[in-house]
């Protein structure tokens, strides 16, 4: 399976940078109770911290609002799903737990204050690419909807569009049945790629000692846009 980013889309905008995780032979369970007493906290302390810095001022945020709408899409009516993720914390609505894989891609979200997606690999079908959409472009969300992803970044597979940083879809996500998962950072463009590469460390090793299994990490970028799995 290959994975890169749109030539197109990589002309018009060379400063857009993608970390890649797949992660092989892994076991997806209830978050283990250390997780889910981190993430309560971590919450916690964020809602304390935007009592100071509301969700418009930290940097990850309001650089991915810019970068929404450089791409030519409303940030106020798309909200990337980790200012959506902030907002909820914002008005003390805390995310509560649903299973390791999901609630660990949400920690990474809200402590990289970017958008992150995790799917299902035995979902996937072919090759995959990261494209800008149009008005044809949307698919069934996790919220129970059908969302449009013109002008928005969107990941698709020979099967369609299934991800995003607005919001991922029904068919490829991640359940306690998955074993094989691909995850997709919407990195910030003005991180440097030794700290994009440093922050896939990290997280890959984080999601691997909760979940076993292997994993491997690659950063799309200008100079390297694609990658094999």
């Known amino acids: 399976m290959d994975i890169s980013i749109n030539q197109s889309l990589l002309t018009q905008h060379p400063e857009l940078k993608f970390g890649i995780i797949h992660y092989t032979k892994i076991v997806v369970a209830e978050s283990p109770q250390m997780i889910k007493g981190r993430m309560q906290l971590y919450q916690e302390n964020l809602y304390i911290e935007m009592q100071e810095n509301p969700v418009m001022q930290r940097e990850g945020i309001a650089e991915w609002r810019r970068l929404w709408k450089k791409l030519g899409a409303d940030p106020n009516r798309y909200r990337h799903s980790a200012e959506s993720l902030m907002r909820r914390i914002s008005k003390q609505n805390y995310l509560t737990p649903y299973h390791s894989g999901v609630d660990l891609n949400n920690f990474f979200s809200l402590q990289y204050e970017i958008p992150v997606g995790l799917y299902d690999v035995d979902q ?106």
Do not use: C, W
């Open 124 to 229: 996937l079908q072919g090759d995959i690419e990261i494209a800008l959409g149009n008005e044809d472009t949307g698919y069934e969300g996790l919220n129970g909807r059908f969302n449009s992803l013109n002008k928005i970044l969107y990941s698709y597979d020979a099967e369609g569009a299934f991800g995003s940083p607005f919001v991922d879809s029904k068919r490829t996500s991640v359940s306690e049945e998955t074993t094989e998962a691909l995850q997709i950072f919407y990195l910030r463009p003005s991180l440097t790629e030794e700290n994009a590469t440093k922050l896939l460390a990290s997280a890959g090793k984080m999601f691997n000692q909760i979940h076993g299994g292997d994993y491997n990490i690659a950063l799309l970028t200008n100079v390297v846009p694609a990658t094999t799995l």
